[in-house]
């Protein structure tokens, strides 16, 4: 799971353009909107669009169950990998 958690971060710095910050400043536990990462609204859908095209998941954007995915890189990590084994 490190390595696709280290992927989905590596996704992250990729697609927002974050150029200050390197995998190892994210925390994969921490929250990726608000107090956490930062990210807002429209990088949401950046970094869906990216998930979709990069591992093929679909995502909803009014699912509550989508917000709980993006709840931190651990969580994304799982929802990509469970979507990998349906």
């Known amino acids: 799971m490190q390595a696709l958690e280290d992927e989905i971060k590596q996704l992250i710095i990729d697609a927002l353009a974050l150029e200050d910050i390197s995998i190892a400043d994210i925390d ?15 990088d949401a859908l950046e970094l869906g669009l990216a998930l979709q095209k990069k591992y093929g998941v679909h995502l909803s954007s009014d699912s509550q169950e989508t917000r709980a995915h993006f ?7 799982e929802f990509v990998a469970g979507a990998r084994t349906q």
Not at 28 to 42: K, W
Not at 71 to 77: G, T
């Open 71 to 77: 709840a931190s890189v651990r969580k994304l990590a």
């Open 28 to 42: 994969a536990t921490a929250p990726l909107f608000g107090e956490g990462l930062g990210l807002d609204s429209i």
